[in-house]
C-alpha cells in the first residue's frame, strides 16, 4: 500500500509564499519522478512541476517558472514545491504523484508534464490566494 500525503497549503495574500509537501509512505520504490498538479474550481487538472530521482531534471509550468522551485529528499523519500510570489490564480488544490515504472533513458523530460505517466496520487492540500 502506497500513500501519498500532501501538507502545507493554506491562505496566503498575493505576493506571498507557501510551501507545500508531500511524503511518500508504505510500500518502499523508488521514485522515478515525483511532481506537483493543480486543480483549480470548474478546471482540468495541469501541471505544475516535477523532478526526477536524480534531481538533474526538472521541469516547470511556464506560469509558474521562476516563482515555484520543486526539490525532493531522497531519504525522507519527500517532495517539496516552494511557491513565491503567489498569485490569486495559483488558487488551487495542489496533487502530489509520483512515477514508479522505470523511466527509459534520455526520455523523463517527455513524460514529466503528464498524469498519466504518474502512478500513485494525493489527496491534494488546498491553496487560496487571495487578492
Known amino acids: 500500500q502506497v500513500r501519498l500525503e500532501e501538507s502545507g497549503g493554506g491562505m496566503v495574500q498575493a505576493g506571498g509564499s507557501l510551501r507545500v509537501s508531500c511524503l511518500v509512505s508504505?510500500?518502499?520504490?523508488?521514485?522515478?519522478?515525483m511532481g506537483w498538479f493543480r486543480q483549480a474550481p470548474g478546471k482540468e487538472r495541469e501541471f505544475v512541476a516535477s523532478?526526477?530521482?536524480?534531481?538533474?531534471?526538472?521541469e516547470y509550468a511556464d506560469s509558474v517558472k521562476g516563482r515555484f522551485a520543486i526539490s525532493r529528499d531522497r531519504d525522507k523519500n519527500a517532495v517539496y514545491l516552494q511557491m513565491d510570489n503567489l498569485k490569486p490564480e495559483d488558487t488551487a488544490v495542489y496533487f502530489c504523484?509520483?512515477?514508479?515504472?522505470?523511466?527509459?533513458?534520455?526520455?523523463?523530460?517527455?513524460?514529466?508534464?503528464?498524469?498519466?505517466?504518474?502512478?500513485?496520487w494525493g489527496q491534494g492540500t488546498q491553496v487560496t490566494v487571495s487578492s
Open positions: 504523484a509520483v512515477r514508479e515504472r522505470v523511466i527509459p533513458y534520455g526520455q523523463a523530460r517527455g513524460l514529466m508534464g503528464l498524469e498519466y505517466e504518474y502512478d500513485y
Open positions: 508504505g510500500r518502499t520504490f523508488l521514485t522515478y519522478l
Open positions: 523532478i526526477t530521482w536524480s534531481a538533474n531534471d526538472r
